[in-house]
């Protein structure tokens, strides 16, 4: 999928905490946030709530670009998210890249990491499994 059609597939959800396409890699979408007032935890720094929504967008838009890749139309049903925070993530822009572990005709198994200044400094990690529905 293109860089466009990366972002036009974002959910609402996405589009109202500020997340966007910050780039392809490897043929996935690296999500983006800005710090602001609607991603803020504690003073300076973000909220994890927001860091786990980008952390599932971004291993949806992975899901997303391998479905589009295989021409398949199968909906994607979350069964379970699990995050790890490995450290605080400052008032900076926050970035998050989603990987397909394995997808099968009816499970798909992902994972995502986002980090902030530095991809091998990860701020939080998370693995998923979803459901492909027909």
Do not use: C
């Not at 966007?20 to 973000?46: C, K, N, Q, T």
């Not at 997303?64 to 199968?74: D, F």
């Not at 198994?109 to 979803?130: F, G, H």
């Amino acid at each position: 999928m293109t860089l466009e059609e990366q972002m036009a597939a974002l959910p609402p959800y996405a589009l109202s905490m500020g997340m966007f396409v910050e780039r392809i890699e490897a043929g996935a979408a690296v999500l983006a946030f800005d710090f602001s007032e609607r991603v803020l935890g504690r003073p300076g720094f973000v909220h994890g709530g927001a860091i786990s929504g980008l952390l599932e967008m971004a291993a949806f838009a992975a899901l997303r670009a391998e479905l589009a890749r295989r021409g398949s139309l199968a909906r994607i049903k979350p069964v379970n998210l699990s995050v790890e925070f490995m450290r605080g993530a400052g008032a900076t822009r926050t970035f998050a890249l989603g990987r397909v572990t394995r997808a099968g005709r009816r499970i798909a198994n992902l994972s995502a990491t986002a980090w902030q200044d530095d991809p091998a400094k990860p701020v939080a990690s998370a693995w998923m499994n979803v459901l492909l529905a027909a």
